[in-house]
């Protein structure tokens, strides 16, 4: 399959079906309305298509109020929006994308009914999330026309595209769609059919790190969400976003994926999660989650933790080796810095007795226990330390108050609001960013989808603001490949193995992207 031209793509003239009008199915008729298609849409519930198309109609009016759409333009896309009150109203349909309920017999059984009505050359394609390809396609008589055709919501601003091929999908047809949405202004990738495709799959350890941080009370959740955003770059944190997501929705897609990997343990769900559904505290829609919602939906929390102000050290500050922080440190402190080359130890300041390092995934403590240096302490990544506004740090229990006052009075000089997280291995956005790219790593390994895609995938999926992949080589492979095994020698857990290409790529010297 080839990802460099839309000479497949479906033209304009054929006509697109959609069965399902909720949220998902009325994007995607929108978007493929405007994008030239005559559009049926079907729905089992009496009204529920005319009422989509009217609110879809009442979208395209505002779209030309905001003058993102021209009237004309609008006009013409409502017009070729059409209910269908019986499936066989869908028979000259050259593309039918269902989303419904995702259950995989209630999908199969409507796949085998389009089957009987549909031309032998129209093709098939599913808006599943979850479900495998191959399982939604294994009853039809020609299941090399099925693929999966995976939005994101809110579908007509979500740029992303997963076009999934199942064991039987015909590569063509998977082009086809490829190209086609392409054509309608979205950004597609293509990924092999394995439970949560590239997003659902590589998303998980973000919500996985996040809780198990809380668990471990490195911080309360609004300062790790805090952390994520203002020195992570992410656009919401963890615990935010699985509010909005809804807690039953993610403990439940994260549950489907452990499950379906035969109880791997990165994958494994938390318990903190799961009291949260027990409880019913779903996030947003039920006004209570990790975050309590007023009656406008509101957003109730507090502060992030930060440090008082500390007193500058008296003597000279030095700085070590040329890390971004140490940059940022040296221009910010202007003449006030003794600069050396880099320590053997890959310290990078000395402020009074306070030694200064990056996380390589041990605690603090650990690190001060193997370099026989009491007064250590660790910092964060940050995606850019020149913009970032937050750094978390991490003392040693043997490191001396003194010391950690003088490391975070610099840090606070420079602009930083210093967050204290309790002594956790690899903080928190250094672990999360480490088993992001991990987990992105083994999805290229296992020939799931191409580096391009997995990164292009969780930027315009879920708005990460660098590709996992992309993000390993700026930290450096050797750097993740580090981190990861602390990781894992620290928990003694399978959860933080290396994945093989990390290995590869850190003994052969090469990155994702050369």
Same mark, same amino acid.
């Given at each position: 399959?080839?990802?460099?031209?839309?000479?497949?793509?479906?033209?304009?003239?054929?006509?697109?079906?959609? *069965?399902?009008?909720?949220?998902?199915?009325?994007?995607?008729?929108?978007?493929?309305?405007?994008?030239?298609?005559?559009?049926?849409?079907?729905?089992?519930?009496?009204?529920?298509?005319?009422?989509?198309?009217?609110?879809?109609?009442?979208?395209?009016?505002? @779209?030309?109020?905001?003058?993102?759409?021209?009237?004309?333009?609008?006009?013409?896309?409502?017009?070729?929006?059409?209910?269908?009150?019986? $499936?066989?109203?869908?028979?000259?349909?050259?593309?039918?994308?269902?989303?419904?309920?995702?259950?995989?017999?209630?999908?199969?059984?409507?796949?085998?009914?389009? !089957?009987?009505?549909?031309?032998?050359?129209?093709?098939?394609?599913?808006?599943?999330?979850?479900?495998?390809?191959?399982?939604?396609?294994?009853?039809?008589?020609?299941?090399?026309?099925?693929?999966?055709?995976?939005?994101?919501? =809110?579908?007509?601003?979500?740029? @992303?595209?997963?076009?999934?091929?199942?064991?039987?999908?015909?590569?063509?047809?998977?082009?086809?769609?490829?190209?086609?949405?392409?054509?309608?202004?979205?950004?597609?990738?293509?990924?092999?059919?394995?439970?949560?495709?590239?997003?659902?799959?590589?998303?998980?350890?973000?919500?996985?790190?996040?809780?198990?941080? +809380?668990? !471990?009370?490195?911080?309360?959740?609004?300062?790790?969400?805090?952390? $994520?955003?203002?020195?992570?770059?992410?656009? &919401?944190?963890?615990?935010?976003?699985?509010?909005?997501?809804?807690?039953?929705?993610?403990?439940?897609?994260?549950?489907?994926?452990?499950?379906?990997?035969?109880?791997? =343990?990165?994958?494994?769900?938390? +318990?903190?999660?799961?009291? $949260?559904?027990? #409880?019913?505290?779903?996030?947003?829609?039920?006004?209570?989650?990790?975050?309590?919602?007023?009656?406008?939906?509101?957003?109730?929390? =507090?502060?992030?933790?930060?440090?008082?102000?500390?007193?500058?050290?008296?003597?000279?500050?030095?700085?070590?080796?040329?890390?971004?922080?140490?940059?940022?440190?040296?221009?910010? +402190?202007?003449?006030?810095?003794?600069?050396?080359?880099?320590?053997?130890?890959?310290?990078?300041?000395?402020?009074?007795?306070?030694? @200064?390092?990056?996380?390589?995934?041990?605690?603090?403590?650990?690190?001060?226990?193997?370099?026989?240096?009491?007064?250590?302490?660790?910092?964060? $990544?940050?995606?850019?330390?020149?913009?970032?506004?937050?750094?978390?740090? #991490?003392?040693?229990?043997?490191?001396?108050?003194?010391?950690?006052?003088?490391?975070?009075?610099?840090?606070?000089?420079?602009?930083? #609001?210093?967050?204290?997280?309790?002594?956790?291995?690899?903080?928190?956005?250094?672990?999360?960013?480490? &088993?992001?790219?991990?987990?992105?790593?083994?999805?290229?390994?296992?020939?799931?989808?191409?580096?391009?895609?997995?990164? &292009?995938?969780?930027?315009?999926?879920?708005?990460?603001?660098?590709?996992? @992949?992309?993000?390993?080589?700026? *930290?450096? *492979?050797?750097?993740?490949?580090?981190?990861?095994?602390?990781?894992?020698?620290?928990?003694?857990?399978?959860?933080?193995?290396?994945?093989?290409? *990390?290995?590869?790529?850190?003994?052969?010297?090469?990155?994702?992207?050369?």
């Amino acid at each position: 399959m080839s990802a460099h031209s839309a000479t497949h793509a479906l033209p304009p003239s054929v006509t697109v079906a959609v *069965i399902g009008s909720g949220t998902m199915g009325a994007g995607i008729a929108q978007v493929a309305a405007a994008a030239g298609h005559v559009v049926y849409l079907f729905d089992t519930r009496p009204g529920a298509a005319e009422k989509a198309i009217a609110q879809i109609r009442a979208m395209y009016d505002k @779209l030309v109020i905001r003058e993102k759409m021209s009237g004309e333009s609008a006009h013409a896309a409502s017009m070729r929006l059409r209910a269908a009150n019986v $499936l066989e109203d869908l028979a000259g349909a050259g593309l039918v994308v269902e989303a419904i309920v995702e259950q995989l017999d209630v999908k199969q059984e409507l796949f085998g009914r389009l !089957e009987e009505i549909v031309a032998d050359d129209c093709i098939l394609a599913s808006n599943t999330s979850s479900l495998s390809i191959t399982s939604i396609a294994a009853r039809l008589h020609r299941p090399q026309r099925l693929v999966g055709m995976h939005f994101f919501n =809110p579908v007509p601003m979500m740029a @992303l595209v997963e076009v999934i091929h199942g064991l039987a999908s015909d590569a063509l047809v998977a082009q086809r769609v490829y190209d086609t949405a392409r054509l309608w202004g979205k950004s597609p990738v293509f990924a092999k059919s394995t439970p949560g495709f590239i997003v659902n799959r590589v998303a998980r350890p973000y919500y996985a790190e996040g809780l198990r941080l +809380l668990h !471990e009370q490195a911080a309360q959740a609004h300062t790790i969400d805090a952390l $994520l955003r203002e020195c992570g770059g992410f656009r &919401m944190g963890p615990f935010e976003l699985m509010d909005l997501i809804g807690h039953d929705v993610n403990f439940a897609v994260t549950q489907s994926v452990f499950r379906a990997y035969f109880n791997d =343990p990165r994958f494994t769900p938390s +318990l903190i999660q799961q009291e $949260l559904v027990n #409880a019913g505290y779903l996030g947003r829609k039920s006004g209570r989650g990790f975050y309590t919602y007023g009656a406008d939906g509101k957003q109730s929390a =507090p502060a992030p933790a930060t440090e008082e102000p500390c007193p500058l050290p008296a003597p000279t500050v030095q700085l070590y080796g040329n890390h971004p922080l140490v940059q940022v440190l040296r221009e910010r +402190l202007k003449g006030h810095v003794e600069l050396h080359p880099a320590h053997a130890s890959d310290m990078l300041m000395k402020a009074g007795s306070g030694r @200064l390092f990056i996380t390589d995934g041990r605690s603090a403590t650990q690190r001060a226990y193997d370099f026989n240096c009491p007064d250590t302490v660790v910092v964060d $990544l940050a995606l850019d330390y020149e913009k970032a506004t937050r750094l978390a740090v #991490a003392a040693a229990d043997q490191c001396q108050p003194a010391a950690l006052s003088s490391i975070t009075a610099v840090l606070q000089a420079c602009g930083f #609001a210093v967050t204290r997280l309790a002594d956790v291995p690899g903080l928190a956005v250094m672990r999360t960013v480490c &088993m992001l790219a991990n987990e992105a790593a083994d999805a290229v390994n296992q020939g799931v989808c191409s580096i391009a895609d997995a990164d &292009m995938a969780m930027k315009k999926g879920v708005n990460y603001p660098r590709g996992p @992949l992309a993000w390993a080589d700026a *930290i450096g *492979i050797r750097t993740v490949g580090e981190v990861l095994r602390n990781l894992s020698q620290t928990y003694g857990e399978d959860r933080y193995r290396v994945s093989p290409l *990390i290995q590869r790529l850190q003994a052969s010297g090469r990155t994702f992207h050369e």
